[in-house]
């Protein structure tokens, strides 16, 4: 058998075993370590481990993972998403469908401090969801809009996602995390502007609030100072180069430990809970990264990325064909797979295809244009029907919202998401502008 044949029947085994509900991680390293097996004999691969997890493991750029992972235990610690919805609920609740719109502000300024879309998405969820209920919102836009906000938490910097993508592919991490900044914003505006048409067509499913005085706008404000003082403390260092992207998220886990302690009333229980939380997750990404470390070194052995990029190059298909197949393979992956799993499955395959193909930009910025396309892309899956993990996840703690409400719910928000997606490929200087800048 041919390089591409075996590719083929690991993969297939790989689906296997996550239909089987494998973890992901655990699946990918066997199905890779079956193929190495296959094509090099067991020996080999058994000098590869030897060293394979410490050098995974003692990558410096890691590093940054569970200090933002701690980054967004600490600030759910400290109340900041109450903070945050609180001020966007005063702010935009008094007009039709505010609430929801303050949820969607909420989720934007939670993910800029948090980094991951479910704890976004579960956070905001506890400090919306009796809020909407209280002004009668529908189940439909309640769900909807929160499921929606949570996929900020992997788009607007800092993003777990985006600094694996970086790795992946030796990119920029900080160029990444300027190029995601608009985009990011995009995405907050479009789904209000999406709630803003929903509640035109249905003005039952979203009425207005009580307008709020002027001084209980600025008083609003002050509650989230801390919030925009951490943002812009850890962003701006790293943009202008202050520090480093592991330096600042060591920051801003000191910083919202602090506000933690101070202003959550966190004590060592809590901040233990933190911890064990961290730990937890950092765990399960860096198994996963793992077992896609052992994937992709099969994957290499095959020739298959390199293959398959001389295939469709010399094809004469279109790159922006290629680039929609890839889309709907992420659509279609985003159904029963998480953002990270599917980074790290795809990645190594679709960018050695991309970057042989002209789309007009040098290496660097195609490499960032393209990982803007794949996060917000890899973000519609997670609540794209039937099987969208945030939608899930939101509808679990709306326990009297039947599931297909909240998937209607999510309607709307896509059709926001498909003009976004156009946009940013037939603009790709809305991604590239503030890297641009930075050089």
């Known amino acids: 058998m041919n390089g591409f044949e075996i590719g083929g029947l690991i993969f297939a085994f790989l689906l296997t075993l996550l239909a089987i509900r494998v973890p ?25 481990l030897k060293t394979a997890a410490y050098w995974r493991f003692t990558t410096y750029d890691l590093s940054v993972i569970p200090l933002f992972l701690l980054m967004g235990q600490f600030a759910s610690k400290a109340g900041m998403s109450k903070a945050l919805f609180k001020a966007a609920s005063v702010w935009l609740g008094h007009f039709r469908g505010g609430v929801a719109m303050a949820a969607v502000g909420g989720c934007a300024g939670f993910g800029a401090i948090c980094g991951s879309s479910l704890a976004t998405g579960a956070t905001m969820g506890q400090v919306a969801l009796p809020e909407l ?17 949570g996929t900020l938490g992997i788009l607007i910097p800092p993003s777990v996602v985006l600094v694996i993508y970086a790795i992946l592919t030796e990119g920029n991490m900080v160029a990444m995390f300027a190029a995601a900044f608009i985009p990011g914003i995009l995405a907050a505006l479009g789904y209000m502007a999406a709630i803003a048409v929903y509640v035109r067509l249905k003005p039952d499913a979203g009425p207005a609030g009580p307008k709020s005085n002027f001084s ?49 009333k966190m004590r060592i229980k809590g901040f233990l809970d933190c911890i064990y939380g961290t730990a ?25 990325p390199t293959e398959l990029a001389d295939i469709i190059s010399s094809s004469g298909m279109s790159p ?31 960018w ?44 679990s703690m709306a326990k009297d919202v039947p599931l297909t409400e909240s998937f209607k719910g999510v309607v709307p928000f896509l059709a ?9 490929i037939l603009f790709p200087s809305i991604s590239l502008f503030l890297p641009r800048m930075l050089n």
């Open 24 to 48: 992901i991680g655990v699946a990918m390293l066997t199905a890779g370590a079956t193929g190495y097996i296959y094509l090099n004999g067991l020996e080999p691969l058994l000098n590869y």
């Open 416 to 424: 926001s998401d498909v003009v976004r997606v156009a946009i940013l």
């Open 320 to 350: 922006y064909l290629v680039l929609v197949v890839f889309i709907i393979i992420y659509l279609i992956m985003g159904c029963f797979m998480d953002t990270i799993s599917m980074i790290l499955l795809t990645i190594p395959v679709f």
């Open 133 to 149: 209920r209280r002004y009668k919102y529908s189940g439909a836009l309640s769900t909807g809009a929160l499921a929606a906000g």
């Open 352 to 395: 050695p295809v991309i970057s042989e193909l002209d789309f007009g930009m040098e290496g660097e910025e195609l490499k960032i244009w393209f990982g803007i396309i794949a996060l917000v892309v890899v973000e519609v899956g997670l609540i794209t029907p039937p099987v969208g993990m945030n939608v899930f996840l939101i509808n």
């Open 216 to 264: 209980e706008r600025i008083a609003a404000l002050k509650d989230i100072w801390s919030v925009v003082t951490i943002f812009s403390i850890v962003l701006g260092g790293i943009y202008i180069g202050v520090f480093t992207p592991t330096e600042g998220a060591a920051v801003g886990a000191f910083s919202t430990a602090i506000l933690a302690f101070t202003h959550g």
């Open 280 to 304: 937890s997750a950092t765990a399960m990404i860096f198994l996963i990264l793992f077992g896609a470390d052992i994937f992709n070194v099969f994957l290499a052995l095959t020739q298959i």
